[in-house]
């Protein structure tokens, strides 16, 4: 199966012939639950894992909790179509507190189904994607990581890991990824119109073609954000999102070279400001607009996951050395 995006309501470049020269590629993944295995790239499967490699662990002291879901209780109220039931901490509330908390496998990708993946340290082409189940201090920080590997050498390994280490307890329901197959999906993208991230000038024209939208058509304008520019969900490559926060500038901490989007994880794949993004596979071709998408949850938000509230996770690398330790921005 394939997962087609639609073609855009407007042609952008035609709009405004200057963003020619700033169009680049993205890769939409298209999560949507299903089973993979651990030689496919995917979101929440299970993680080709050489067997005598340690699980990876989060080391640091963590907030403390009152209570929590457990992580076979969830996966049983999703498969019911429910809701799961917290319940209290259990212990002293301080997840961790009797030793390292594993992080959970969130997505691993291979170039091999991702062609515009980025590379990894000494050629790596399996990237792998974790995230601690927990926050850290005052500001509900959390902790990533990323782990490069050849993928024929990590598929040569004589015993993989069967199951990951889980924590008894989640604080939330959205920690656990549901497992989804991905449907990779090139389209052309352009960067966000805010500050200095194109020309002025072209940016003033941009807004101006919005409000000059919501005025002529309410409810039914197209904006160049939502509907032209940079496609929701998770993705590889192109340009980020900067709805939250403003364009930001992500120098590498080890060489201050500028950094290069490697991956987006959004917690949703879809919203009301960007559902002509939803793709044709996912729609009634009898209806139009929102009224056409088909499938609720598993099109909306396939992978279950959040990353803090309505945003998206960046993970940037460095093009200098994809060695140097990556960058997490939310935005």
């Known amino acids: 199966m394939t997962r087609t995006t639609p073609t855009r309501p407007v042609s952008v470049e035609a709009v405004f012939p200057e963003l020619a020269a700033y169009r680049g590629r993205t890769t939409r993944l298209h999560p949507r639950p299903g089973r993979p295995g651990m030689r496919d790239s995917h979101v929440g499967g299970p993680m080709l894992w050489p067997d005598a490699e340690p699980w990876p662990v989060c080391h640091e002291p963590h907030q403390p909790e009152t209570e929590g879901y457990a992580p076979d209780e969830i ?43 980025g590379s990894g340290p000494d050629g790596a082409d399996l990237v792998q994607l974790f995230r601690c189940p927990f926050t850290h201090g005052p500001y509900l920080e959390r902790r990533y990581r990323l782990r490069w590997r050849r993928a024929a050498e990590a598929e040569s390994a004589e015993r993989f890991l069967a199951a990951p280490p889980e924590v008894p307890q989640l604080r939330w329901q ?77 120098d590498c901490a080890s060489c201050a070279a500028p950094m290069e989007l490697l991956l987006t ?52 690398t460095c093009p200098s050395d994809p060695g140097h330790p990556p960058r997490w921005v939310l935005t």
């Open 265 to 316: 994880a959004g917690g949703e794949e879809m919203d009301a400001g960007s559902h002509s993004w939803v793709p044709l596979e996912d729609r009634d071709p009898d209806l139009h607009g929102i009224a056409s998408i088909r499938g609720g949850q598993s099109v909306a938000q396939p992978t279950r996951l959040r990353f803090g509230r309505d945003r998206d996770l960046h993970v940037f």
């Open 174 to 250: 959205d920690e656990l990824p549901e497992p989804c197959v991905l449907y990779p999906e090139e389209v052309d993208t352009y960067p966000w119109a805010e500050d200095d991230t194109l020309p002025a000038p072209l940016i003033a024209r941009i807004d101006a073609w919005d409000d000059a939208q919501a005025e002529a058509l309410g409810s039914e304008a197209l904006s160049y954000q939502d509907d032209l520019s940079i496609p929701p969900g998770w993705r590889v490559g192109g340009y980020p999102s900067w709805a939250s926060t403003g364009p930001m500038t992500i």
């Open 75 to 117: 996966r049983a109220a999703r498969a019911a179509g429910a809701w799961p039931q917290s319940r209290p901490w259990r212990g002293a509330g301080a997840p961790g507190a009797d030793g390292p908390v594993p992080f959970v496998g969130l997505a691993q990708l291979f170039r091999r189904d991702i062609p515009g993946l």
